[in-house]
Protein backbone atom coordinates (compact mmCIF):
# COMPACT_ATOMS: atom_id res chain seq x y z
CA UNK A 1 0.00 0.00 0.00
CA UNK A 2 1.67 3.20 -1.07
CA UNK A 3 -0.24 6.41 0.43
CA UNK A 4 1.76 9.32 1.57
CA UNK A 5 -1.34 10.11 4.31
CA UNK A 6 -1.19 7.99 7.15
CA UNK A 7 -4.78 7.73 7.93
CA UNK A 8 -5.94 6.32 4.45
CA UNK A 9 -2.72 4.06 5.13
CA UNK A 10 -4.31 3.11 8.49
CA UNK A 11 -7.77 2.88 7.22
CA UNK A 12 -6.95 0.62 4.27
CA UNK A 13 -4.18 -1.38 6.12
CA UNK A 14 -7.49 -2.53 8.33
CA UNK A 15 -9.35 -3.23 5.60
CA UNK A 16 -6.89 -5.53 4.11
CA UNK A 17 -5.22 -7.15 7.46
CA UNK A 18 -8.99 -8.25 8.23
CA UNK A 19 -9.73 -10.33 5.30
CA UNK A 20 -6.43 -11.63 6.22
CA UNK A 21 -4.01 -10.17 3.82
CA UNK A 22 -0.54 -9.13 5.19
CA UNK A 23 0.37 -5.38 4.26
CA UNK A 24 3.48 -3.14 3.45
CA UNK A 25 2.74 -0.03 4.12
CA UNK A 26 4.90 2.95 2.45
CA UNK A 27 4.88 6.61 1.64
CA UNK A 28 6.08 7.51 -1.36
CA UNK A 29 6.61 6.49 -4.74
CA UNK A 30 10.72 6.15 -4.74
CA UNK A 31 10.26 4.44 -1.32
CA UNK A 32 7.51 1.54 -2.75
CA UNK A 33 9.70 1.05 -5.82
CA UNK A 34 12.39 -0.12 -3.23
CA UNK A 35 10.02 -1.87 -1.10
CA UNK A 36 8.70 -3.66 -4.07
CA UNK A 37 11.72 -5.04 -5.83
CA UNK A 38 13.53 -6.09 -2.29
CA UNK A 39 9.93 -7.89 -0.82
CA UNK A 40 8.03 -9.18 -4.12
CA UNK A 41 5.00 -8.30 -3.34
CA UNK A 42 1.35 -10.19 -4.50
CA UNK A 43 -0.36 -6.77 -5.48
CA UNK A 44 0.04 -3.47 -5.18
CA UNK A 45 -2.35 -0.10 -3.82
CA UNK A 46 -0.67 2.53 -5.48
CA UNK A 47 -1.74 6.46 -4.47
CA UNK A 48 -2.25 8.58 -7.49
CA UNK A 49 -1.03 12.00 -5.95
CA UNK A 50 2.12 11.09 -4.18
CA UNK A 51 5.22 13.39 -3.67
CA UNK A 52 8.29 12.95 -6.17
CA UNK A 53 7.20 10.02 -8.66
CA UNK A 54 3.62 10.45 -8.30
CA UNK A 55 1.50 6.95 -8.92
CA UNK A 56 1.34 7.11 -12.83
CA UNK A 57 5.26 7.29 -13.08
CA UNK A 58 5.51 5.02 -9.97
CA UNK A 59 3.43 2.40 -12.28
CA UNK A 60 4.37 2.75 -15.99
CA UNK A 61 8.20 1.88 -14.10
CA UNK A 62 6.75 -1.14 -12.84
CA UNK A 63 5.27 -2.79 -16.00
CA UNK A 64 8.38 -1.52 -18.00
CA UNK A 65 9.91 -4.01 -15.73
CA UNK A 66 10.71 -7.49 -16.87
CA UNK A 67 10.70 -8.55 -13.02
CA UNK A 68 7.74 -6.69 -12.04
CA UNK A 69 5.30 -6.51 -15.35
CA UNK A 70 2.92 -9.18 -14.37
CA UNK A 71 2.60 -7.38 -11.19
CA UNK A 72 -1.31 -6.18 -10.32
CA UNK A 73 -1.39 -2.46 -9.71
CA UNK A 74 -4.50 -0.70 -8.15
CA UNK A 75 -4.36 3.20 -8.41
CA UNK A 76 -6.18 4.90 -5.73
CA UNK A 77 -7.35 8.30 -6.41
CA UNK A 78 -9.78 10.74 -5.15
CA UNK A 79 -10.21 12.31 -8.98
CA UNK A 80 -12.45 12.16 -11.17
CA UNK A 81 -13.28 11.64 -14.71
CA UNK A 82 -12.19 10.45 -18.01
CA UNK A 83 -9.19 12.03 -18.07
CA UNK A 84 -7.28 10.47 -14.88
CA UNK A 85 -8.57 7.13 -16.03
CA UNK A 86 -6.30 7.63 -19.02
CA UNK A 87 -3.80 8.49 -17.86
CA UNK A 88 -4.18 5.55 -15.72
CA UNK A 89 -5.09 2.84 -18.58
CA UNK A 90 -1.96 4.77 -20.64
CA UNK A 91 0.35 3.90 -17.10
CA UNK A 92 -0.25 0.25 -17.11
CA UNK A 93 -2.64 0.27 -14.39
CA UNK A 94 -4.61 -3.42 -14.28
CA UNK A 95 -7.91 -1.48 -11.77
CA UNK A 96 -9.06 1.72 -10.46
CA UNK A 97 -10.45 2.73 -6.83
CA UNK A 98 -11.85 5.96 -6.31
CA UNK A 99 -12.20 7.59 -2.79
CA UNK A 100 -14.23 7.57 -0.64
CA UNK A 101 -13.22 3.55 -0.14
CA UNK A 102 -15.73 0.85 0.63
CA UNK A 103 -14.72 -2.08 2.17
CA UNK A 104 -16.76 -4.58 0.57
CA UNK A 105 -15.44 -2.83 -3.12
CA UNK A 106 -11.94 -3.15 -1.78
CA UNK A 107 -12.11 -6.57 -0.94
CA UNK A 108 -13.53 -7.60 -3.78
CA UNK A 109 -11.31 -5.84 -6.43
CA UNK A 110 -8.34 -7.06 -4.55
CA UNK A 111 -9.80 -10.90 -4.49
CA UNK A 112 -10.35 -10.87 -8.47
CA UNK A 113 -6.64 -9.18 -9.13
CA UNK A 114 -5.33 -11.88 -7.43
CA UNK A 115 -7.04 -14.65 -8.63
CA UNK A 116 -6.10 -13.42 -11.88
CA UNK A 117 -2.63 -12.89 -10.85
CA UNK A 118 -2.72 -16.43 -9.53
CA UNK A 119 -3.46 -18.03 -12.81
CA UNK A 120 -1.45 -16.01 -14.58
CA UNK A 121 1.53 -17.46 -12.74
CA UNK A 122 0.45 -21.06 -13.00
CA UNK A 123 -0.14 -20.28 -16.91
CA UNK A 124 3.13 -19.05 -16.97
CA UNK A 125 4.46 -22.40 -15.10
CA UNK A 126 2.51 -24.53 -17.47
CA UNK A 127 4.21 -22.69 -20.63
CA UNK A 128 7.87 -23.44 -19.24
CA UNK A 129 7.12 -27.04 -18.12
CA UNK A 130 5.43 -27.54 -21.78
CA UNK A 131 8.99 -25.56 -23.34
CA UNK A 132 11.51 -28.08 -21.19
CA UNK A 133 8.95 -30.96 -22.42
CA UNK A 134 9.55 -29.96 -25.62
CA UNK A 135 13.47 -29.75 -25.32
CA UNK A 136 13.38 -33.03 -23.27
CA UNK A 137 11.16 -34.75 -26.77
CA UNK A 138 13.43 -33.08 -29.08
CA UNK A 139 16.56 -34.45 -27.48
CA UNK A 140 14.82 -37.92 -26.84
CA UNK A 141 14.08 -38.05 -30.60
CA UNK A 142 18.14 -38.01 -31.63
CA UNK A 143 19.41 -39.99 -28.45
CA UNK A 144 20.24 -43.35 -28.07
CA UNK A 145 18.55 -44.55 -25.04
CA UNK A 146 21.06 -46.69 -23.67
CA UNK A 147 24.45 -44.66 -24.16
CA UNK A 148 22.90 -41.05 -23.93
CA UNK A 149 24.71 -40.35 -27.31
CA UNK A 150 23.30 -39.46 -30.74
CA UNK A 151 21.23 -41.89 -32.13
CA UNK A 152 21.57 -43.73 -35.55
CA UNK A 153 18.76 -41.16 -37.22
CA UNK A 154 20.65 -38.04 -36.20
CA UNK A 155 23.90 -39.32 -37.79
CA UNK A 156 22.25 -39.95 -41.00
CA UNK A 157 21.01 -36.57 -40.65
CA UNK A 158 24.66 -34.89 -39.57
CA UNK A 159 26.50 -37.18 -41.90
CA UNK A 160 24.35 -35.58 -45.17
CA UNK A 161 24.82 -32.40 -43.96
CA UNK A 162 28.32 -32.42 -43.24
CA UNK A 163 29.22 -34.08 -46.65
CA UNK A 164 27.34 -31.35 -48.49
CA UNK A 165 29.44 -28.71 -46.37
CA UNK A 166 32.43 -30.35 -47.64
CA UNK A 167 31.45 -30.65 -51.76
CA UNK A 168 30.02 -27.09 -51.12
CA UNK A 169 33.24 -25.49 -49.49
CA UNK A 170 36.13 -27.61 -50.48
CA UNK A 171 37.05 -28.90 -46.80
CA UNK A 172 37.26 -32.66 -45.83
CA UNK A 173 34.93 -34.63 -43.79
CA UNK A 174 36.39 -37.74 -42.31
CA UNK A 175 34.03 -40.76 -40.86
CA UNK A 176 35.19 -43.55 -38.44
CA UNK A 177 33.18 -46.49 -37.93
CA UNK A 178 34.37 -48.00 -34.55
CA UNK A 179 33.26 -51.73 -33.35
CA UNK A 180 33.94 -53.34 -30.30
CA UNK A 181 35.86 -56.73 -30.52
CA UNK A 182 34.58 -59.92 -29.78
CA UNK A 183 31.44 -58.27 -27.92
CA UNK A 184 29.06 -61.37 -28.51
CA UNK A 185 31.64 -63.27 -26.36
CA UNK A 186 31.39 -60.58 -23.63
CA UNK A 187 28.09 -61.17 -24.02
CA UNK A 188 28.23 -64.35 -23.86
CA UNK A 189 30.10 -64.90 -21.06
CA UNK A 190 28.61 -62.35 -18.80
CA UNK A 191 24.72 -61.42 -20.29
CA UNK A 192 23.45 -58.91 -21.35
CA UNK A 193 22.85 -56.39 -18.28
CA UNK A 194 27.04 -56.58 -18.03
CA UNK A 195 27.20 -55.92 -21.78
CA UNK A 196 24.99 -52.57 -21.32
CA UNK A 197 27.35 -51.20 -18.74
CA UNK A 198 30.53 -51.60 -21.53
CA UNK A 199 28.63 -50.23 -24.28
CA UNK A 200 27.64 -46.74 -21.60
CA UNK A 201 31.28 -46.97 -20.50
CA UNK A 202 32.97 -47.39 -24.21
CA UNK A 203 30.37 -44.27 -25.29
CA UNK A 204 31.46 -42.34 -22.35
CA UNK A 205 35.22 -42.52 -22.60
CA UNK A 206 34.52 -42.04 -26.65
CA UNK A 207 32.81 -38.86 -25.87
CA UNK A 208 35.22 -37.50 -23.37
CA UNK A 209 38.24 -37.42 -25.68
CA UNK A 210 36.46 -35.90 -29.14
CA UNK A 211 36.30 -32.08 -29.96
CA UNK A 212 32.90 -30.34 -29.24
CA UNK A 213 32.25 -30.27 -33.55
CA UNK A 214 32.75 -33.79 -33.90
CA UNK A 215 29.60 -35.99 -34.02
CA UNK A 216 29.57 -39.45 -32.39
CA UNK A 217 26.69 -41.61 -32.55
CA UNK A 218 25.65 -45.27 -31.62
CA UNK A 219 25.47 -46.59 -34.99
CA UNK A 220 23.47 -49.91 -33.74
CA UNK A 221 24.15 -52.83 -31.44
CA UNK A 222 28.54 -52.93 -30.82
CA UNK A 223 29.07 -50.14 -33.66
CA UNK A 224 29.55 -47.02 -33.23
CA UNK A 225 30.27 -43.81 -35.32
CA UNK A 226 32.30 -40.99 -35.24
CA UNK A 227 31.95 -37.82 -37.78
CA UNK A 228 34.93 -35.15 -38.13
CA UNK A 229 34.31 -32.19 -39.93
CA UNK A 230 37.03 -30.60 -41.30
CA UNK A 231 39.42 -33.41 -41.07
CA UNK A 232 41.56 -34.94 -43.76
CA UNK A 233 42.59 -38.50 -43.69
CA UNK A 234 45.72 -38.50 -42.37
CA UNK A 235 44.49 -36.20 -39.43
CA UNK A 236 41.03 -38.87 -39.33
CA UNK A 237 43.75 -41.97 -38.81
CA UNK A 238 45.47 -40.11 -35.70
CA UNK A 239 42.12 -40.07 -34.04
CA UNK A 240 41.53 -43.59 -34.76
CA UNK A 241 44.90 -44.48 -33.44
CA UNK A 242 44.66 -42.17 -30.22
CA UNK A 243 40.88 -43.67 -29.34
CA UNK A 244 41.77 -47.44 -30.02
CA UNK A 245 44.78 -46.99 -27.86
CA UNK A 246 42.41 -45.49 -25.12
CA UNK A 247 40.01 -48.18 -25.53
CA UNK A 248 42.53 -50.90 -25.12
CA UNK A 249 44.32 -49.55 -22.22
CA UNK A 250 40.86 -48.79 -19.92
CA UNK A 251 39.22 -50.94 -18.16
CA UNK A 252 35.79 -52.88 -18.38
CA UNK A 253 34.27 -54.56 -15.73
CA UNK A 254 35.38 -58.28 -15.99
CA UNK A 255 37.07 -57.68 -19.48
CA UNK A 256 40.72 -59.50 -17.62
CA UNK A 257 38.40 -62.71 -17.18
CA UNK A 258 37.64 -62.78 -21.24
CA UNK A 259 40.27 -65.16 -23.57
CA UNK A 260 41.81 -61.61 -24.66
CA UNK A 261 42.26 -60.27 -21.32
CA UNK A 262 40.95 -56.71 -22.64
CA UNK A 263 38.14 -55.06 -24.54
CA UNK A 264 39.20 -53.45 -28.03
CA UNK A 265 38.08 -51.78 -30.89
CA UNK A 266 38.50 -52.23 -34.45
CA UNK A 267 38.24 -48.93 -36.58
CA UNK A 268 37.59 -48.29 -40.36
CA UNK A 269 38.02 -44.81 -41.61
CA UNK A 270 37.58 -42.91 -45.07
CA UNK A 271 37.60 -39.73 -46.42
CA UNK A 272 35.34 -37.29 -48.77
CA UNK A 273 36.56 -35.91 -51.03
CA UNK A 274 39.44 -37.97 -51.38
CA UNK A 275 37.43 -41.75 -50.39
CA UNK A 276 33.81 -40.26 -51.40
CA UNK A 277 31.12 -37.34 -52.92
CA UNK A 278 28.39 -39.18 -51.11
CA UNK A 279 27.21 -39.89 -47.17
CA UNK A 280 26.45 -43.39 -48.77
CA UNK A 281 29.57 -44.01 -50.30
CA UNK A 282 31.61 -42.49 -47.31
CA UNK A 283 29.75 -45.11 -45.11
CA UNK A 284 30.21 -47.68 -47.20
CA UNK A 285 34.28 -47.31 -47.84
CA UNK A 286 34.20 -46.48 -43.82
CA UNK A 287 32.88 -50.03 -43.31
CA UNK A 288 34.70 -51.70 -45.89
CA UNK A 289 37.59 -50.37 -44.21
CA UNK A 290 36.59 -51.97 -40.60
CA UNK A 291 35.80 -54.69 -42.54
CA UNK A 292 39.61 -55.05 -43.41
CA UNK A 293 40.59 -54.32 -40.12
CA UNK A 294 38.68 -57.06 -38.56
CA UNK A 295 39.92 -59.68 -41.10
CA UNK A 296 43.58 -58.85 -40.22
CA UNK A 297 43.46 -59.32 -36.07
CA UNK A 298 40.95 -56.98 -34.57
CA UNK A 299 42.34 -54.04 -32.19
CA UNK A 300 43.69 -51.84 -35.45
CA UNK A 301 42.58 -48.71 -37.44
CA UNK A 302 42.56 -49.46 -41.17
CA UNK A 303 41.60 -46.56 -43.62
CA UNK A 304 39.66 -46.75 -47.10
Avoid: W
Avoid at 69 to 93: D, F, H
Avoid at 168 to 192: A, C, E, Q, T, W
Amino acid sequence: MVDDKANNRLLLQTYLESAGYRVRLTASGEEALRSITENSPSLVLLDVMLPGINGYEACRILKLSKSHRGLPVVLVTALQGEEERVKGIEAGADDFIGRPIHRLELLTRVRSLLRIRRLHDELEQKILELEKAKIQLQQLAVTDGLTGLYNYQYFKHKLQIEVARSRRHGLPVSLLMMDIDHFKMYNDHFGHPLGDRVLRRFGNLLFEHVRQIDILSRYGGEEFALILPGTPKDASMIVAEKLRTLIEKSYFPLSEKLPFGRVTMSVGAACCPDDASTEEELVRKSDEALYRAKNEGRNRSVCA
